[in-house]
């Protein structure tokens, strides 16, 4: 293997697989690591049949925003992300 052909096979990024579960129900997306959180969000939302912004993700207990991307939480291949319905009011007493 030459030099070129090595960095050509560095420059690849894999993708990885992660699974959206809503209430039991579950979708997986193939996204790659630096791919920002937004377009996953889109993917998942259109998949469950919901308008855009419906769903707040989480991933192990933190809430993931549209900027970050799956490398900044160091995503593996078969990670679940946890979609909740975005809860609106309820503050007055």
């Not at 579950?26 to 630096?34: E, L």
């Not at 991307?69 to 809860?87: K, R, S, T, Y």
Request: with cysteine; proline share 5%; glycine share 10%.
């Amino acid at each position: 293997m030459t030099a070129e052909d090595q960095q050509q096979q560095e420059d690849v990024k894999p993708k990885i697989n992660l699974v959206v579960d809503f209430e039991g129900q579950t979708c997986t997306i193939k996204v790659k690591p630096g791919m920002p959180f937004k377009k996953l969000f889109e993917a998942a939302e259109k998949r469950f049949q919901k308008e855009l912004g419906t769903f707040k993700f989480t991933f192990g207990g933190q809430r993931l925003r549209p900027e970050e991307c799956p490398a900044d939480h160091n995503m593996e291949d078969g990670d679940v992300i946890d979609a909740h319905l975005q809860q609106l009011g309820g503050g007055v007493w």
